[in-house]
């Protein structure tokens, strides 16, 4: 084990492709890590089962898991055991996940050939959209994702060290030099608490405006969707802001068209919530309802809302809505996902003067209005547009108004005597 000063040979450095983060289907387990030796990693195992007596959902299980995934093959690959880890393998791990590429994993399809087929498309180096101005995944590590990682494994650590199973210090300590004085010292009772905990090895974030799709590069989505299902989805995520997820779970029974709403189960509180649509949505759904009707599909309250269009009847799953949003937008050349639909959503109403912001939070389903409130803050297109007419109006030279000639009657000099004007 290297010391602290010593360095460690990160550019050879390869994670091998060992252990995996296996779903089990059982309620009590829903995930679980597997070493080298496809053996249960315990210590992993006992997080877990903590994360889900907190409440945690099964995404956020699977989310840290893949964390602790690449963190168990970086030390596989340095050859330290969990419980030796230093502050020198955590300040080697933030390292190479800051420089070093991304590994490239082969595609299920080509497992058992390395080499991929010729037509593969390669990496896209982290270019901006021109439609869409949002970038493109790219070779290295997001900062969001060394965050989240930073994150994960600290907590993981901090739970270990609590129970008295792990190191006696934490690999991955938090760092009081980057905020003055004591967490909260001045502390306004009347406002949240801020969250101040800043880990040492904790990359900057930007902060993200949230991306919505313009009007008429929805129209051009909308107007390339072949089939009813996509057009009543699309709509029913623009109007209703719910997240994909929300949406795509939704039984028949909770499509009330009388009332104009429809009932998701929200993703962090778990609570049922009538939220209201457009009735252009509830057009679309009646359309693509009695289409797949006439073709033998299950129908009952308990059925699910969403299914494929073809024999067999399965519900429809995000990636497989995510996969025809992205044939819709092969002629625009965009690439925006289905939570930029909420997105939207949120900005239409948030921009309504005659929609009260607190309307929007419910509808959105915020802890907090600060969150809402960033669909308050102008876009960069709206920012470009205001710029490009300040420019114009420059440019046209235009001054302030002449006043108006004084009626007949009224001597100019004596007005301008009396309201301030040349004597």
Not at 265 to 290: C, I, M, N
Not at 358 to 371: F, K, P, R, Y
Not at 397 to 407: E, I, M, Y
Request: charged share 25%.
């Amino acid at each position: 084990m290297p010391a602290l000063g010593d360095q460690r040979d990160l550019a050879a450095l390869v994670l091998p492709e060992v252990g995996r983060l296996a779903g089990t289907g059982d309620a009590w387990e829903p995930y679980l890590l597997l070493d080298a030796d496809d053996v249960v990693v315990r210590p992993v195992a006992a997080y877990f089962a903590e994360l889900q007596a907190a409440d945690a959902s099964k995404s956020t299980v699977y989310s840290y898991g893949n964390d602790l995934l690449r963190w168990w093959r970086f030390l596989y690959a340095v050859d330290v055991a969990w419980n030796r880890a230093t502050r020198v393998e955590a300040r080697d791990f933030m390292r190479w996940m800051r420089i070093a590429d991304k590994p490239v994993r082969p595609h299920w399809r080509h497992k058992d050939n390395p080499e991929p087929p010729r037509s593969a498309p390669r990496r896209s180096s982290g270019a901006v959209n021109p439609v869409t101005g949002k970038s493109r995944p790219g070779r290295k590590y997001a900062a969001s994702t060394r965050a989240h990682a930073e994150t994960v494994l600290r907590a993981f650590y901090d739970y270990h060290l609590q129970v008295g199973t792990g190191p006696i210090i934490n690999p991955f300590p938090l760092d009081r030099s980057r905020r003055k004085g004591r967490a909260n010292a001045h502390h306004n009772p009347l406002e949240p608490f801020k969250k101040e905990r800043t880990g040492r090895y904790r990359p900057k974030t930007p902060q993200r405006i949230p991306k919505r799709i313009p009007d008429e590069v929805f129209t051009e989505l909308f107007a390339g969707l072949n089939h009813h299902r996509d057009r009543a989805l699309l709509a029913f995520w623009v109007s209703s802001a719910a997240r994909a997820e929300e949406l795509l779970t939704v039984p028949q029974q909770h499509a009330d068209p009388g009332q104009q709403v429809i009932g998701v189960t929200r993703k962090g509180s778990g609570a049922f919530q009538w939220l209201p649509a457009s009735p252009d949505a509830f057009v679309w759904l009646r359309l693509y309802q009695e289409e797949l009707w006439r073709k033998g599909a299950p129908r009952g309250r308990t059925e699910p809302l969403w299914c494929t269009l073809r024999r067999p009847w399965r519900p429809l799953t995000y990636p497989a809505a995510r996969a025809m949003l992205i044939r819709a937008q092969a002629l625009l050349g965009s690439n925006y996902s289905p939570h930029d639909l909420r997105h939207t959503g949120a900005y239409r109403m948030a921009q309504d003067p005659d929609m009260p912001i607190t309307d929007v939070q419910q509808i959105l389903g915020h802890a907090s209005l600060s969150t809402t409130q960033i669909y308050t803050t102008p876009t960069a297109e709206d920012v470009i547009a205001s710029a490009l007419a300040h420019h114009r109006r420059r440019a046209e030279g235009r001054t302030a108004p002449t006043a108006a000639p004084p009626s007949s009657g009224y001597n100019p000099d004596s007005l301008n005597v009396l309201f301030g004007g040349r004597s």
